[in-house]
């Protein structure tokens, strides 16, 4: 049977549509959004790093989440705006794999960066008096570097195995970019050992930081319930409320669309989801942070 295998050079994109204007109108829509996106997000890096008043932990994590943005975006969409115009929508199989480590891996590292931040919040609202003392620049350096260096190593397993498979004649990838359905789909091979892994990974990876991050907020919410005034429960809830909303936004999409057994969802709901995390996300991101925080809102009107 492997004896009709060939080895596949590049894959073809097909994205979201083969009509002409239909995709220079996305193009547009698309490059208006990253571009906004990336200066949203080097906005909130460099009046972080200006503003002395802004480096708490709070917003060193807020640094992080916003230069892994940036690297999200970038991993993707320049890739999706060049083959809206391109005639021949391909991408290179290493370049592929490449792309598709970059995804799982900055996904990953998010997960993790939006658990420590919740773990952030629990401190600050629920010990307060020993916020200084356990959550130091030390502590913090840890739990971002752990962050990164976790999210990296957790991309390796999946891509190894996504590129081991054999993929027959047939390449036509029906998705924006090189995601893990698409490409399980698309294999000739038998897929289910690298299916069950993947769920595995999946499943310890966004259950584990999405029930600390639950667990996180369920304390935080009881100990916001104890506070006598009704304006200093809204203050308090106010230094979290933007996190809850990014967390939501991220865990709902992701776990619906990582966390299954089977990857055979519909390609068009697979890209409008996607489509969600990889774009709307890191563009809401920002402006969910910046417009209801008032230290950052003050520290960006003295830094301009």
Not at 97 to 125: H, K, N, P, W
Not at 171 to 179: K, T, Y
């Amino acid at each position: 049977e492997m004896a009709n295998v060939t080895a596949v050079l590049e894959f073809k994109l097909l994205g979201f549509s083969s009509n002409p204007y239909c995709q220079i109108f996305l193009f547009l829509v698309v490059m208006v959004i990253y571009i906004l996106t990336i200066l949203e997000n080097i906005l909130i890096i460099l009046v972080v790093t200006l503003e002395p008043k802004l480096h708490s932990p709070m917003f060193r994590f807020l640094q992080n989440l916003s230069f892994l943005e940036v690297c999200y975006t970038t991993t993707i969409v320049p890739k999706m705006l060049s083959n809206l115009l391109a005639k021949r929508k391909s991408i290179s199989f290493s370049g592929c794999m490449a792309q598709l480590y970059c995804f799982i891996s900055l996904g990953a590292t998010e997960c993790y960066l939006l658990a420590a931040m919740a773990y952030d919040r629990f401190l600050a609202v629920c010990q307060p008096l020993q916020y200084g003392v356990v959550m130091t620049d030390k502590s913090y350096m840890r739990l971002a570097v752990a962050s990164w260096v976790t999210g990296v190593f957790t991309g390796f397993l999946p891509c190894l195995m996504i590129s081991r498979l054999h993929y027959c004649s047939y390449n036509v990838i029906d998705h924006f970019f090189c995601d893990v359905s698409p490409l399980l789909k698309l294999s000739c091979s038998d897929t289910t050992v690298t299916e069950a892994v993947i769920f595995m990974i999946s499943l310890l990876v966004l259950s584990s930081c999405f029930l600390l991050t639950l667990v996180s907020y369920f304390l935080l919410i009881l100990t916001i319930l104890k506070i006598p005034s009704a304006s200093g429960k809204r203050v308090t809830f106010s230094t979290c409320s933007s996190h809850l909303m990014v967390v939501t936004i991220y865990y709902s999409t992701t776990i619906f669309m990582y966390v299954r057994l089977t990857y055979n969802l519909s390609s068009d709901l697979s890209k409008a989801v996607a489509v969600l995390y990889t774009m709307v996300t890191p563009l809401l991101n920002p402006v969910i942070y910046s417009l209801r925080n008032k230290a950052f809102k003050k520290a960006l009107e003295k830094t301009l």
